[in-house]
């Protein structure tokens, strides 16, 4: 009895310690690294682009490492898969903070994944910085906790609606991910077109699972619509997919994705089927040869035999803001230092104008780009 009354008292006095030292400001910073910790999907075809990203993410990471670090600590970066399951999401945030004492963390995806995480945001302080795809009713609430580089849903449906609406197309329909975001992006949408013209709304609307299960039905019921145009928030070869399914049927639509699409994928798959895919791009191009960031990431991405596409440009841009704020917090950064860097943070990096200091998202870049038959994005 003794022998167990000892051991409860250990354990009672051990897990606050433990949860203390995760929690405190300059958790994860020792004299030689900063840990930076991600929770993300990275399997499964909703996992893609999030690998794409996070091989950016590691060139730019490997790249200052090799150089001495930041103020001579080596960044060392954590990531954990939460497949989109919202309960494994908090318990990697969890994770994160107490067995690999992440200082900060990096690269959120997911509306209704980020939102779970942001009670554990807020209690340990630990600043979020970058993202691939979150909602932007969940950037407001994560305002001065977390830091999206990107532009929000809303700013990239506003882009592609104004581009159909000036070229006469006006009957719309959005193919999206049965998930939070992918409702928000449904609503962004609606809300573009009716900023249009306020009797004007979506003429359809499909939600198509994580997994690609109904993706072949979703597409003949788009193809038996009557819309000009699709609007697609997919990813992967589910894109595809949702194109080949609807001109099976017959019909004749016009193909626009938010930048979750991936161009070249549906190229590989579909060929000369494309028939003119548009994608809207929050990242500058990353073949640019006036650019200075790009040619450096070119370089490489290239060395480490990997494919150049928007995706890890983005983590590699997403990875030097990281970069960046983490010099600025100087040679004894704490949470609360990081974040006020963040919240003052007015700069270019990577080609991009990023102002945090009115807002969680610090870009409003967008263009739009097509994608040709074998590959290629065009301007």
Partial sequence: MRRRTLIQAATSISMPSLISNAFAQDAGVTAR???V???AVTSGPSGEPMQGFNAGARLAFNAINSQGGIHGRQIRYVCLDDGLNIEKTVANYKTLLTEHHAF???GAIGTANTAAALPILRESNAPMIGCLSVGDSVREKATKMAYFVRAGFAREAARLVGQLTSIGITRISVAHFAVPGGVEVLGAVRAAIKAQNPTWDVVQSVSIKPDGSDVVEAGTA???GNAQAIIMQLSSTLVAELIKSVQKTGATRSFYGLSIVDGEVVAKALGSQ???LAVSQVVPFPWSQSD???REYRQRITAQKLPINYYSYEGYINGLVMIE????AGKSPTREILHTVMRGLNASIGG???DFTSSSTGSQFVELVHVTTDGRFVR
Avoid: S, Y
């Fill in 325 to 328: 704020a983490l010099r600025r």
């Fill in 274 to 276: 494309i028939r003119g």
């Fill in 222 to 224: 788009l193809g038996k």
């Fill in 37 to 39: 910790g991600q929770n």
């Fill in 352 to 354: 991009m104008d990023l």
């Fill in 292 to 294: 200075p960031t790009a």
């Fill in 33 to 35: 690294e900063i840990v």
């Fill in 104 to 106: 900060a963390f990096f």
